[in-house]
Structures are given as C-alpha cells and as structure tokens.
C-alpha cells in the first residue's frame, strides 16, 4: 500500500496500491476490476467449460465460474441457516450481529431500512448507498449515471 492518492483509474483519491504487472496506482476496487477482465488470469470452468475469470472453487479446489459457483454455493446445504428474519433454511447473505440473514430478507429489511440511507448527492433524496465518488454518496441510479459520464469524459 502507498498510502493515500489519486487512483489511475477512476480519479478519486483513496488508499492506493501499485500493480505489480504494469506499476499503475490504483485503488483496490479499479485493481479487483482489472483483475477480473485480465483474460490471462481465466480458466476453464470444471462444470461449464466456460473460459472465465474464476469466481471460486469446488472441495477438491477446481476453478468455479460466476454461475456455477453461486448454484454450487446454493446447492449445499451446509452452507444453509436458518434467516433470523423469516426462519426459513437458505443460504446466509450476511451476518449482522452475528445473525444469519437470508438475501431475501437483506434486501427487503435492511436496504429499506431508512436508518441506514443517506442523502444522494445526486439526487438529494434520502436513498440506499451504492457508492462514493470523490467521497460523496450516491444512490444506485445516480452512481451509475455519474461512472457513466466518468467515462465518456476520459
């Protein structure tokens, strides 16, 4: 880590990192980014046989896609809690307080949960964050019309 300074890539200042393959500086988010679109890093899905960027691997640590990662996660039951929320045994999404919340009940409970949202600086509507821009906080519509436009200005 190099401390904090503009990232390369997306332009907001940040905790920055310098890639040990071409010695840009990027922030982790931008670095994970590039990762995953490096076609040199793919590998061949054990179940598909989709040449992809490697989401996981299976108990005998195979390479998993995106797809087949999230129904192998699904498919097994150990995996699986009761939801704190609505008592059913699914797969945990998240753990707050150290309760087991299905992705159901996350999206419904607590991304609706005024408490938590903020005031967009987009918008000015008190919403869900989806993210920060130049430490502002957007909501979902906003911060991606406002990565969009970040874009086409580069």
Do not use: W
């Amino acid at each position: 880590m190099l401390g904090k300074a503009t990232c390369e890539e997306c332009h907001v200042i940040k905790k920055v990192y310098k890639n040990k393959k071409n010695g840009r500086i990027l922030c982790m988010n931008c670095a994970k980014r590039q990762k995953y679109h490096d076609k040199s890093t793919y590998e061949s899905c054990f179940k598909c046989g989709k040449k992809t960027h490697v989401q996981g691997r299976d108990n005998d640590n195979n390479p998993l896609c995106v797809n087949c990662c999230t129904k192998n996660y699904r498919s097994n039951l150990q995996k699986h809690q009761e939801c704190s929320i609505c008592k059913k045994i699914k797969p945990v999404h998240k753990r707050v307080d150290g309760k087991a919340i299905c992705h159901f009940c996350y999206l419904k409970d607590y991304r609706s949960d005024s408490s938590r949202h903020k005031i967009c600086a987009g918008c000015r509507e008190k919403k869900h964050i989806q993210g920060y821009i130049k430490n502002k906080p957007y909501c979902n519509k906003c911060y991606k019309r406002r990565k969009k436009l970040q874009k086409a200005a580069l």
